[in-house]
């Protein structure tokens, strides 16, 4: 979406209705077309008390998780995860693609941190940040 259809409240809605019309007309069985938000997985200041949370603004909070292979250090005063023998607990939110830049550019990826695909204790596939290979 280009111009004022990109900043306004419909153009989601707008451009949803218009996917499904087109592909019920080639495929009938589809009857709803719905977004995939990614999950992000955060375990210090992206949490819901902590300082960076206002990134995550308006994305939906799913059900909280534990991720597996991982420790827990602290980096110049920041909680960073780093590949290990532990587990973490953490929230989860869906993220829609939007929101990304502004939090690679938080977790200064890729110097200091870098994200990385993870599997929860519970099968659910997310993204986190964790130390980058420099920091290792």
């Not at 495929?27 to 200041?45: A, K, N």
């Not at 690679?104 to 890729?110: L, M």
Request: include cysteine; hydrophobic fraction near 35%; charged fraction near 25%.
């Amino acid at each position: 979406l280009q111009g004022a259809c990109g900043s306004c409240p419909s153009s989601t809605m707008t451009l949803k209705m218009g996917i499904e019309r087109k592909m019920r007309e080639s495929i009938p069985e589809v009857s709803e077309v719905v977004q995939v938000l990614e999950g992000l997985f955060v375990y210090g200041t992206l949490k819901s008390n902590g300082s960076a949370h206002h990134l995550l603004k308006d994305a939906k909070r799913d059900h909280d998780g534990i991720v597996d292979g991982f420790i827990e250090i602290k980096y110049q005063g920041y909680p960073m995860l780093q590949r290990g023998n532990g587990s973490i607990s953490g929230e989860v939110y869906r993220v829609p693609d939007s929101y990304w830049p502004a939090l690679d550019d938080w977790e200064e990826v890729p110097d200091v941190y870098q994200r990385s695909s993870a599997t929860l204790r519970d099968g659910r596939s997310v993204w986190l940040y964790e130390a980058a290979p420099r920091i290792n």
